[in-house]
């Protein structure tokens, strides 16, 4: 399968800082990336689609001014998460899908964010 | 709302046993179907995906899809301890997924 790479793979902040994780496809590119969220013995929560040269698409109740979400190129977003705060600790997972109809979207391996 | 369910689990099976997993979706013009394997603080992994009624077979996976009755399910043969993760099923060009189930295979 393609390779979709996340950095970094875990992060410590403090309480108020802002912190970037950057999702790559390796050896394909991805008009379309998704980003979730996935708290401890939870399913996964999508909180965006990112679409290359577009704003991205927002689930209901993400707020878009703390999840800044960039996808300057067809292989590369960045997630930022403003002013992260304790409650923001979890598991952030990337996933891309090549471009080009509707295929298996494939995961970076995931970020874990421990705010302090 | 969009809506994919699933059986939580934990699913336990004895070694060499089948595994079934179902799902069902409530977003009737979904094409695409997708079973993603998760371990314990790991990332998703894909397994399968299923865009036509009926099997689809791979080693020891085969995932069936049923559109009418709007399910997907996986069976696992010869299922193998190292088979024991959370089986997630995704629905959609948007990646809709399930809650997932938790499976357990007893060696």
């Known amino acids: 399968g393609a390779v979709v790479s996340q950095h970094p793979s875990r992060v410590i902040c403090k309480s108020g800082t802002s912190v970037k994780i950057e999702c790559r496809s390796l050896?394909?590119?991805?008009?379309?990336m998704f980003w979730y969220r996935q708290f401890p013995k939870q399913s996964l929560m999508l909180m965006a689609t990112?679409?290359?040269?577009?704003?991205?698409?927002?689930e209901q109740g993400v707020e878009k001014d703390k999840f800044l979400i960039n996808h300057a190129s067809l292989t590369l977003s960045t997630l930022t998460v403003t002013s992260a705060h304790p409650e923001d600790s979890s598991f952030y997972i990337c996933?891309?899908?090549?471009?080009?109809?509707?295929?298996?979207?494939?995961f970076g391996q995931g970020t874990r964010l421990t705010v302090v | 709302q969009k809506e994919v369910e699933q059986n939580s689990g934990p699913l336990s099976v004895p070694e060499g046993a089948i595994a079934s997993l179902n799902c069902t979706y409530s977003?009737?013009?979904?094409?695409?179907f997708f079973w993603y394997r998760q371990y314990s603080g790991k990332s998703p992994e894909l397994i399968m995906s299923?865009?036509?009624?009926g099997d689809k077979e791979d080693g020891r996976f085969t995932a069936q899809l049923n559109k009418a009755s709007q399910y997907v399910s996986l069976l696992i043969r010869d299922s193998q301890p190292s088979d024991s993760a959370t089986y997630l099923c995704?629905?959609?060009?948007?990646?809709?997924f399930g809650p997932g189930t938790r499976l357990s295979v007893l060696p």
């Open positions: 996933s891309a899908r090549e471009t080009g109809g509707v295929t298996e979207a494939f």
């Open positions: 050896d394909f590119q991805a008009t379309t």
């Open positions: 990112s679409n290359e040269g577009s704003k991205a698409t927002y």
């Open positions: 977003d009737r013009v979904s094409q695409s």
């Open positions: 299923i865009y036509s009624n």
């Open positions: 995704a629905v959609g060009q948007n990646f809709v």
